[in-house]
């Protein structure tokens, strides 16, 4: 027993200090974390605020490489995003007036005609013979006519001389007006047979480009025949409807109030190329209560005809322009403290400054404070930046500026894409 004693001894006073060792381990941890998480900015992300007391001390001396942009008043455009149809301004489903047989097509499909011209004839024969037998029996009441108002001539001078009875008179003044009236008639079924005759040539009411033929040469085809023989939409001009939710719809109404026109772009169905620029044309006068938008319309000249009836395209209506404070919407970072942008100062050491931002046009945002004009901001590099830190600058609005690197003593600074360095991290906020 007196030889094991020490033996336990020992081994509890190592206990003892293994405990100890892990409590001092735990305390310096706990201190570390402690320390770093009040050192980090409010909002900041990426690796600087992750990195707790390692970016602190490391990242603190370290410069960072940064592409900048100087914040400056540009024209921003307040534009309306929308997708619309084109729709043609008239669409004629070309139809026969008259039955008979179709003896000639004088147009070919898709071919562009002018208001007017001649697309197809039907047999004429039938209405030609017709007209003939109105202008036949027209003549011959006109040959009546002549011959009883000659009659009543004689009857006048007859009852002057008291030779006739004032009966026989008025019973000729009477047939003369009878043969008058049917003068009328005749004049009128003349020129009803004429228009029938007419209605045989069949001719294109508007101006526009045809379709696909319905019917065939050789075809009897009535009246009553709904398809019609060909469409015709007019093109040029074109129209494109869309809707705009109507929250978004006040503001064009608004300019519309005060005359101002309004211009619209279509874009591709990807949204990528531009297709043609016109101008809102109507608005409709009412809204739509199960979706809440408004219809408008714009106009396109389309003298490139890249545009066809029932396209899908992408609407994108510009509303107003105004003058604003701006900077790449790339500089605008989002945290706990609302946006913010990292500036740097003419010593090159990144301060984080809140701002308002307003609205966006394309890569631009508007600010509406926090900034003045001639501030630099990053837009590349934000990923490792913290207040205070010192930046090499790459770039200024794009322009390249030499660089002396300030981190690791021998090796370069580089960007590719966004800051690179000894995190190898992904710019934020893009």
């Known amino acids: 027993m007196s030889f094991q004693e020490p033996t336990s001894a020992g081994k ?32 900041a992300t990426g690796p600087a605020a992750m990195s707790g007391g390692f970016g602190a001390a490391g990242f603190r001396s370290m410069a960072v490489p940064v592409r900048l942009a100087t914040a400056q008043e540009r024209t921003l455009q307040h534009t309306l995003r929308a997708i619309g149809t084109v729709t043609a301004f008239n669409t004629v489903v070309v139809r026969s007036r008259v039955g008979g047989e179709l003896l000639q097509l004088h147009f070919e499909e898709g071919q562009s005609v002018q208001a007017g011209d001649l697309l197809a004839q039907i047999d004429p024969r039938e209405y030609q013979v017709a007209l003939d037998q109105a202008r036949g029996q027209q003549q011959q009441n006109a040959a009546q006519l002549q011959s009883a108002r000659a009659d009543l001539e004689r009857y006048r001078l007859l009852f002057r001389q008291n030779s006739i009875a004032r009966q026989q008179l008025d019973q000729q003044e009477a047939l003369v007006k009878q043969l008058e009236g049917a003068r009328v008639s005749d004049q ?23 379709g696909l033929r319905k019917v065939d040469q050789g075809n009897i085809i ?27 719809a006040a503001e064009v109404l608004e ?24 101008e809102l044309m109507s608005v409709d006068n009412l809204i739509d209560v199960s979706t809440g938008t408004l219809r408008l319309k714009a ?39 609302g946006s913010f942008v990292y500036v740097v100062d003419e010593n090159n050491t990144v301060r984080i400054q809140r701002v308002t931002a307003g609205r966006v046009d394309g ?40 660089v002396t690197p300030r981190g690791a003593p021998g090796r370069p600074a580089t960007m590719s894409g966004g800051a690179q360095g000894s995190a190898g991290a992904a710019p934020a906020g893009h």
């Open 363 to 402: 890569s631009w945002v508007a600010v509406l404070d926090g900034l003045k004009a001639g501030d630099r901001v990053v837009v590349e590099g934000t990923d490792r930046l913290r207040e205070g830190n010192q930046v090499d600058v790459v770039t200024v609005d794009g322009e390249e500026v030499a």
């Open 222 to 248: 009535t009246a009553s025949d709904t398809e019609g023989i060909v469409t015709i939409t007019q093109t040029q001009p074109i129209s494109v409807e869309f809707t705009l939710p109507q929250a978004e």
């Open 188 to 210: 009128a079924a003349v020129d009803s047979a004429g228009l029938q005759l007419s209605y045989t040539r069949i001719t294109a009411p508007i101006s526009g480009r045809l």
């Open 12 to 43: 509890r006073r190592g206990r003892l200090w293994s405990w100890l060792i892990v409590l001092a381990i735990s305390a310096g941890a706990a201190y570390w974390y402690l320390t770093a998480r009040d050192a980090t900015p409010p909002g």
């Open 255 to 278: 300019q519309l109030r005060q005359g101002q026109t309004l211009q619209a772009v279509l874009y591709d169905q990807n949204d990528t190329q531009e297709l043609a620029r016109g």
């Open 299 to 337: 106009r396109f000249d389309n003298e490139e005809e890249r545009l066809f009836p029932n396209q899908f395209v992408n609407v994108r209506l510009l509303v107003s322009s105004q003058q604003n404070l701006a900077v790449p919407a790339a500089a605008v970072q989002v945290g706990s403290i």
